[in-house]
């Protein structure tokens, strides 16, 4: 039987006030693990903190901003050294604003790769060391399908998903054995993200919320949106011992959506 147990270990969601980063943490603490959860929200995180407190799961917040590289760095070194090392890393934050790429202003791309792939990258700088003395690390970025295949008016998002999907791979040849790093595409999940999407596709468009939905759902094989924690089932997996063989990989989730193979 394959071990999805992560009791013991300390796992560090990014963005885990609301929707799939949400739904991670839930996801591993309900495997066992010592959940932190991080977003700038603070009332969304004592929210989460305290249902996972109800069900006796062990979890703590810790709000910051990953645009704010100085402050996450001090936060992420305070916690380190009161709570001991992270062996789980998901890196997740909300994607840039949609748009056509050709109205994007360069500002938009900078704040962007500021908060998915610098900080990303200024994480596992900071928590690679506790990994590699634990000899075991799992590192999981929720991207996006555009990784694979582009989507339309979200020409910003596109980019810097995919620079994270580059980043991502070109580090699973570096870290050491017993620390992995996969990427998760999510494709249409039911979250405030894919509503104020939708709502913005409408305005530029001419129509409503419920059309750009319903067609959305008529890419679906599955014929439904994905359910956050669905993400988190499939994160919990990759960052459990079941996962250990699963290295620089991009793992649709998106209930047959993209065509590409």
């Known amino acids: 039987m394959h071990d999805l147990d992560l009791t013991g270990r300390h796992a560090l969601v990014c963005g885990a006030s609301s ?12 495997q066992g693990a010592a959940v932190t959860a991080l977003a700038r929200r603070a009332d ?4 989460l903190v305290g249902e996972l407190f109800e069900h006796r799961l062990t979890a703590r917040a810790l709000v910051a901003d990953l645009e704010d590289h100085d402050g996450l760095r001090a936060a992420v070194q305070q916690l380190v050294a009161e709570h001991g090392p992270v062996h789980v890393l998901v890196n997740n934050t909300g994607g840039p604003p949609g748009g056509p790429l050709l109205e ?11 908060r998915h792939v610098l900080a ?5 700088q900071e928590l690679l060391p506790g990994m590699r003395e634990a000899h075991y690390g799992r590192i999981l970025n929720v991207i996006s399908t555009s990784v ?37 595409l999510p494709g249409f999940v039911d979250t405030g993200r894919l509503a104020s999407l939708a709502e913005g596709r ?17 890419m679906v094989p599955e014929g439904r949106l994905g359910r956050p924690e669905e993400l988190g089932g499939v994160i919990a997996f990759l960052a459990s011992p079941a996962g250990a063989y699963v290295r620089g990989v991009c793992l649709p989730v998106d209930g047959g959506r993209l065509n590409s193979i």
């Open 19 to 30: 929707g799939i980063g949400r739904a991670a943490a839930v996801a591993l603490a309900e």
């Open 202 to 218: 409408a305005k530029r468009e001419g129509t409503t919320a419920d059309a750009v939905r319903e067609a959305w759902l008529g």
């Open 120 to 124: 990303a990258h200024l994480l596992v």
């Open 44 to 47: 969304a995180l004592e929210e």
């Open 104 to 114: 994007a202003q360069l500002g938009e791309f900078e704040q962007a790769f500021r």
């Open 148 to 184: 694979r295949e582009p989507i339309p008016n979200l020409g910003v998002s596109n980019t810097i998903r995919g620079a994270m999907a580059s980043w991502a791979k070109s580090l699973s040849k570096e870290l050491p054995p017993g620390v992995t790093i996969n990427s998760i």
